[in-house]
């Protein structure tokens, strides 16, 4: 693991492939860290000719934690009031920690590919600094518009249920919520309780969780400023997914000029091994266009 002094922020990476090659940014989800991308995946990204590139985000993993306490009730009251609430942090801090990684490493830009939360890091990063991004990915996630998107009850349950404070719990729980939201018969518990042991070994705050949803909520909808990208889109998005509603991916591809939109049928909020030749086919063909 290596770790880069970017944005003000220790961010933590991993590399994978040939430094050479066309390089390739991995930023995830809400909660999630660079050692829960699948290596396979990885692998063929890197064996397609790609330099890849996975980060810790902010309060995830072996990056910066921050310490403050965030009323994610009452952040999204006063939103929806039409508000300001104040938050650690906004996901345009997030996107400078991951352009201050490519900073890091000497690299002018990369193709960004983001999943989730990170598709909503991603975008942002694209229409800060558009000149760092040579193609955007953005797989299940949306606009910053409350409109669309949204969950579904089980998302929405999911969504809000903090795990508990102590190791063996906040396992059992975070195995439970993946399980809600993954593609339908394709969930591997004992798998899954390997990875979900790991990151936590690897770290465990779960406030952080709880600081990277109000940053996402309080930083509000990017559609009108999404209608003026100038880069390379691909939107991906599952038909079945309980978090980020299709949607949401819909209004993504629709307010981006020349987006590409890749439903998948029946896929969850998840990056199944079924859907790895239709993902990755994607992924790769929009890098070389």
Do not use: C
């Amino acid at each position: 693991m290596s770790v880069a002094l970017a944005n003000g922020m220790t961010i933590a990476y991993e590399v994978d492939g040939d430094p050479g090659d066309p390089p390739v940014l991995l930023i995830h989800g809400l909660g999630r860290q660079l050692i829960e991308w699948h290596p396979d995946f990885i692998d063929r990204i890197a064996s397609a000719g790609y330099f890849v590139i996975r980060i810790d985000n902010r309060d995830v993993g072996l990056s910066t934690h921050f310490t403050e306490k965030v009323a994610l009730g009452e952040i999204r009251r006063a939103l929806e009031r039409g508000e300001e609430v104040v938050v650690p942090y906004f996901l345009d801090d997030m996107a400078a920690d991951a352009a201050g990684v490519l900073d890091h490493l000497g690299l002018a830009a990369a193709h960004v590919v983001g999943v989730s939360m990170g598709g909503m890091i991603g975008q942002t990063l694209a229409l800060e600094a558009p000149e760092r991004v040579l193609s955007l990915t953005s797989i299940m996630a949306s606009t910053g518009n409350w409109e669309v998107g949204a969950p579904s009850a089980a998302g929405t349950r999911a969504l809000f249920h903090a795990p508990p404070p102590e190791v063996a719990g906040a396992i059992d729980a975070t195995l439970e919520t993946r399980e809600l939201l993954a593609t339908p018969g394709t969930f591997d518990a004992a798998a899954e309780r390997a990875v979900v042991a790991a990151a936590i070994d690897r770290s465990f705050d779960p406030a952080g969780i709880g600081r990277q949803l109000a940053a996402i909520w309080a930083s509000g909808d990017r559609t009108e400023r999404l209608r003026s990208l100038d880069v390379p889109t691909l939107v991906i998005h599952g038909t079945a997914d309980h978090l980020v509603g299709l949607s949401g991916g819909e209004a993504t591809a629709a307010a981006i000029p020349d987006a590409q939109l890749v439903a998948i049928e029946e896929m969850g909020h998840d990056l199944p091994r079924v859907h790895w030749d239709e993902i990755l086919s994607a992924i790769v063909d929009h890098f070389d266009q």
